[in-house]
């Protein structure tokens, strides 16, 4: 093995950015401002400056295009949400739906879940997380590349209110 790849982190997503054309990148300038949130190195996010309220706030990592995220927002009005995702196509579907539907419950990170729960959540910060259907990595050598590792559960748990939920699902016998 490389030393670069040695020192080169094993992430649970391979970017492939996919057709992003003329309109949704015009449609991403002009939502992000309104409900994309940007990581600050050395800043922490809070939820209750982010709202405006303090609202109870779940988190869905790996949104994928933001369908279940922003008809989970409109069916909630009570509740905040945040979602990650790395993939941009998807954030900016997410983010036209957001604008389209007027909801000011939810918004964007477009970073990797792990860095923020790292560095950029506060403890005790969140109400429940969700992730729905999380990239299997089907083969053994890839497991590695999972995103439910013990690192990922500690820091749920730390990120997590008392009795504060997980809701995950797959389709993944062996991954459940
Ligand atoms: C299999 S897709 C599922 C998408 C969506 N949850 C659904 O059910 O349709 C997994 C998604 O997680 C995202 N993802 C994987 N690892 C991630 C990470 N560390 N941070 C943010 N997003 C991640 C991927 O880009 C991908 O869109």
């Keep these: 093995m490389s030393e670069e790849s040695k020192r080169r982190p094993i992430r649970s997503f391979v970017l492939r950015e996919g057709r992003f054309t003329e309109g949704q990148r ?6 992000w ?8 190195e050395g800043k922490k996010l809070d939820p209750a400056q982010l709202f405006n309220n303090h609202h109870p706030t779940y988190l869905e990592i790996g949104f994928g295009n933001g369908e279940a995220l922003a008809k989970t927002a409109a069916q909630h009005p009570e509740n905040n949400y945040i ?12 983010l036209i739906q957001l604008e389209t539907q007027e909801l000011n419950n939810a918004k964007a990170i477009r970073h990797d879940a792990m860095e923020v729960l790292r560095h950029y959540l506060p403890e005790q910060c969140l109400d429940g997380v969700m992730l729905f259907f999380p990239d299997p990595w089907h083969k053994k050598r890839h497991h590695k590349r999972r ?7 500690n820091l749920l748990a730390r990120r997590l209110k008392p009795a504060g939920t997980l809701h995950m699902a797959t389709d993944w016998k062996d991954y459940a």
């Design 83 to 94: 979602g990650i995702e790395v993939h941009r196509p998807g954030v900016g579907h997410l």
């Design 26 to 31: 015009n449609a991403y300038d002009r939502c």
């Design 33 to 40: 401002p309104l409900f994309g949130v940007d990581c600050i």
């Design 147 to 153: 995103i439910v590792q013990p690192e990922f559960v």
